[in-house]
């Protein structure tokens, strides 16, 4: 069969053990044509060392301000299958678990209304679904939908939430990420999507301080499984872990703390020091657990470099007891959110992240909008310089 | 529910509910995990307070995968996982398995059809990237092209444990950083060199200038009049070739064929085991753009694995091996030049220079 286009420098890609993308998009251009001329298109990109696709236009689902997002080749009369080869986002599965069923279904649809290709997942979380024209968007829309499924965020707006595989299949879970991941999703599908906010915001949900959907580094509203009481030691445990490793050397020296230690042969550790840091439970997962009473941490303002640098997520609730919460609906973090959102809206300009936000007003003045306490565990240490602007309450 | 979306037209239907897909051993003990362990980099098994056990086989995936690809892991789901399966953060495949007979053949049959099993431990996890020429107008580089041969290069770590530590390595074509690559232990990112150029007749049609102005980090856009009409013009002495404007501003294309490419950096993380999160720092400012294998990069990244494995205690991450061995040494081993780019001239750089007279000489 002849091929449409040569691809030379995309062939160099074929080869090698780790699976080829290239690859993957003819097998995609094998069932939708119009694929070709992607394969054309980065070709060319791959000899003039620049990007061939023009900057955004407008693409979208009647009903819907968000996702999808619009992508127009810069050379539509040489690639004209990719004249227009827009994306639509799809709030995944919480966890990302699914069936054989839907995903064939899912593969029918991108092969008959799009370029054959998908994303597993975007980097927000998103199924994506690549090369539709916006005729062809309302199919999508309605296939996708008769699946029981929905579009996800994009632009200014929450973007879609997501969460580890948590309770589902891992022991270090301190709550259920996913059932909160998709009840704070379905409570704001509204904001979700038809932007009205200043920018991007999102909630990630990890079950531990392992942090797997790497949530403090990059969701404005982070929120990271810990516990309050004592770790659960099994003595035994300890003991085998002992016969096979150093567990002076690679445990305890390690804890950030110094909060652990032998006495004779138990392990005994001063709980109270100890800050959830998940090593020594990761390193001796038969012997050591969570405590009973769990929650999580609430870390906010994490963001990419654009526009004034990165940021990581900072504390802002050491515990929140979403266990008790979830039993009202989440009704606290729910008035928690729409303090902050309002607070935001109010004072925040456009492009601008909350993280920022908090950077430019200062904690202290966020902390009384949105209605906290300024507590310790928030700072690394507390201020250093003497320039203090005292207020007039402070008599 | 079908029926009535395709009568009505339905919007905002929302998440599907997930627990459709868990297959019966998880909705059975959801919550109820004991332990779990590491067979081999490509398979661990969880078991229950109740004794069930799950298998667990991942696979690596490009992101960017075709339907015919998805139809080969729905065929193997259903053949030995009851059709069940899931996705990781970092774009893996997971075949969730409740009989032990079945991992084996499980995991034959994905090599016999050449899929990559493995990336659990302590491994080179598979590469978190973005879009890249592929699909996306502000990039600097390519990204699945990287990936793909940074990992050819590294397939030993991905399905072999023979680190100190877990290595993730991320990617990002433009700052935009869409995978929020900058918490990795080593992160490639494409860097733009030369300031936007102003095509004056788009702005006007295209771009609202005070939002423009007001998208730079570095206040290098200043409004102008041209011909007595509304425009912007570039500090170039300022402008750090970001990009921000281009994203509000069709009108202000950054790309460069010449100009653009790619840096490293390294020492990110973002678990809290042992210590806190941190970001990646600058290894390298630049490598030119050299498709179709990028050369350069894949180099640079092998040198700083190499000297890793070589150095690093194990249980280690790449960052705090550095910390432990310090930045002046981390220089010297690379061979990487340490320049003027290195030291941190935006905001709050100041607080990273060293304030004090330790130095390991
Ligand atoms: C006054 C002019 C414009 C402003 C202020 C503006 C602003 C923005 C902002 C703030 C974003 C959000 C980026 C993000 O998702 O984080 C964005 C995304 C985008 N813009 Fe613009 N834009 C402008 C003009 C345009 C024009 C004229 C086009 C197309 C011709 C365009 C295409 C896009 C696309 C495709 C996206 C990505 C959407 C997404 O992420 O869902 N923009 N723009
Ligand atoms: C026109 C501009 C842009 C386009 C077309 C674009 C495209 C994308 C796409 C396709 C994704 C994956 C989405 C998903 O998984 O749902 C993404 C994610 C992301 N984008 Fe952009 N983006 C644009 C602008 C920006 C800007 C301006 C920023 C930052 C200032 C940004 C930061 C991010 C981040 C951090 C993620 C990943 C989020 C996460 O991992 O949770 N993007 N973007
Ligand atoms: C030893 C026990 C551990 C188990 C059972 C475990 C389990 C998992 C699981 C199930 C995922 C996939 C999550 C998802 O996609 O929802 C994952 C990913 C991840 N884990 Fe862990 N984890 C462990 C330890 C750690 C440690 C010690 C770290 C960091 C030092 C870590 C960092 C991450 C990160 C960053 C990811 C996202 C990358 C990926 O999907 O491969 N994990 N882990
Ligand atoms: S974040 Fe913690 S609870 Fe969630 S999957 Fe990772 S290790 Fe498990
Ligand atoms: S969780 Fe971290 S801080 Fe707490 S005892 Fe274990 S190693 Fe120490
Ligand atoms: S990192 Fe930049 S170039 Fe790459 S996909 Fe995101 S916005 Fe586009
Ligand atoms: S590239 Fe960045 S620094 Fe330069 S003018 Fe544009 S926004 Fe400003």
Redesign the pocket.
């Known amino acids: 069969m002849g091929k449409k286009h040569q691809t030379p420098l995309l062939d160099e890609l074929k080869k090698g053990k780790w699976i080829s993308f290239v690859k993957e998009i003819e097998r995609a251009a094998e069932k939708s044509e119009r694929t070709e001329d992607l394969l054309g298109q980065v070709e060319e990109s791959y000899r003039d060392k620049v990007n061939h696709w023009?900057?955004?236009?407008?693409a979208g689902v009647k009903g819907y301000g968000?996702g999808m997002?619009?992508?127009f080749s810069e050379y539509p009369d040489k690639y004209p299958g990719i004249k227009e080869c827009h994306s639509m986002r799809i709030i995944p599965s919480a966890g990302f678990f699914y069936n054989s069923d839907f995903l064939r279904k899912l593969a029918d649809i991108s092969e008959k209304h799009a370029g054959g290709l998908l994303n597993f997942h975007g980097a927000t979380g998103n199924i994506q679904i690549l090369g539709m024209s916006q005729a062809e968007a309302e199919d999508v829309f309605q296939a996708v939908a008769e699946l029981g499924f929905d579009l996800g965020g994009?632009?200014?707006d929450l973007r879609t939430p997501s969460c580890c595989a948590g309770q589902a299949r891992c022991e270090f879970a301190n709550y259920d990420t996913m059932k909160i991941c998709r009840h704070l999703t379905e409570e704001y599908l509204d904001e979700l999507h038809r932007p009205a906010f200043n920018?991007?915001f999102k909630f990630k949900f990890s079950g531990c301080s392992n942090d797997c959907v790497a949530s403090a580094a990059r969701s404005d509203l982070a929120f990271i499984g810990t516990w309050k009481d004592k770790i659960k030691i099994n003595q035994e445990e300890v003991k085998n872990y002992k016969k096979k490793f150093d567990v002076q050397k690679y445990v305890l020296d390690k804890c950030p703390t110094k909060c652990m230690w032998f006495e004779g042969e138990n392990l005994a550790i001063d709980d109270e020091n100890c800050v959830k840091c998940m090593h020594c439970i990761n390193e001796l997962p038969k012997a050591l657990k969570a405590g009973d009473e769990r929650g999580c941490s609430i870390l906010i303002g994490a963001k990419a470099p654009l526009v004034t640098g990165p940021r990581m997520g900072m504390m802002l609730v050491p515990f929140y007891d979403v266990n008790e919460d979830a039993k009202n609906d989440y009704e606290w973090i729910k008035s928690l959110i729409s303090n902050m959102w309002e607070f935001w809206d109010e004072y925040g300009v456009?492009?601008e992240r909350i993280g920022e936000l908090i950077g430019r007003v200062g904690l202290n003045t966020f902390l009384e909008g949105i209605g906290l306490e300024p507590i310790p565990e928030m700072v690394e240490h507390p201020r250093s310089n003497p320039f203090i602007k005292f207020t007039e309450d402070e008599d | 529910m079908a029926e009535e979306v395709k009568k009505k037209r339905l919007t905002d239907i929302g998440p599907h509910d997930y627990n459709e897909y868990l297959s019966p051993v998880i909705k059975k003990n959801y919550g109820k995990w004991a332990y779990h362990e590491i067979i081999d980099p490509g398979t661990m098994v969880h078991v229950a307070e109740s004794g069930d056990k799950l298998y667990t086989v991942r696979m690596g995936s490009p992101r960017l995968v075709s339907g015919s690809f998805v139809r080969d892991i729905c065929d193997i789901a259903d053949k030995y996982c009851g059709g069940h399966l899931r996705f990781t953060t970092r774009n893996n495949v997971e075949f969730l398995i409740e009989d032990e007979k079945n991992v084996e053949p499980l995991k034959k049959d994905l090599e016999k059809m050449g899929y990559n099993v493995g990336g659990i431990g302590n491994i080179v996890a598979n590469i978190v990237h973005t879009q890249g020429w592929v699909h996306c107008h502000t990039s600097a580089s390519d990204a699945s092209g990287v990936v793909k041969s940074v990992m050819d290069e590294l397939y030993e770590y991905f399905v072999e444990e023979k680190l100190p530590s877990k290595v993730r390595i991320a990617f990002a074509c433009c700052l935009n950083m869409c995978g929020s690559v900058s918490s990795s232990d080593i992160a490639i990112v494409g860097t733009h060199r030369k300031p936007p150029r102003i095509d004056l007749e788009r702005l006007r049609n295209?771009?609202?200038i005070p939002?423009?102005i007001a998208a730079c980090p570095t206040n290098s856009i200043r409004p102008d009049t041209v011909d007595g009409k509304p425009a912007v013009k570039v500090n170039e002495e300022t402008c750090v070739f970001c990009g921000s404007c281009y994203?509000?501003?069709?009108a202000m294309p950054i790309a460069n064929a010449e100009n653009d490419g790619l840096s490293i950096w390294v020492g990110g993380k973002v678990s809290n085991a042992r210590t806190k999160p941190t970001f990646s720092k600058l290894a390298i400012p630049f490598i030119p753009n050299d498709p179709p294998r990028w050369p350069g990069v894949v180099n640079a990244v092998k040198t700083i694995l190499n000297e890793y494995k070589k150095g690093a205690e194990p249980g280690e991450r790449v960052g705090e091996w550095i910390d432990r061995i310090g930045w002046p040494r981390f220089f010297k081993i690379t061979g990487f030049p340490f320049t003027k780019y290195h030291i941190d001239d935006f905001r709050l750089g100041e607080t990273t220079m060293n304030y004090s007279s330790h130095a390991r000489l």
């Open positions: 023009k900057h955004g236009g407008m968000a997002v619009g992508r994009s632009g200014s920018y991007k456009s492009r | 295209l771009c609202e939002s423009t994203t509000v501003c069709p």
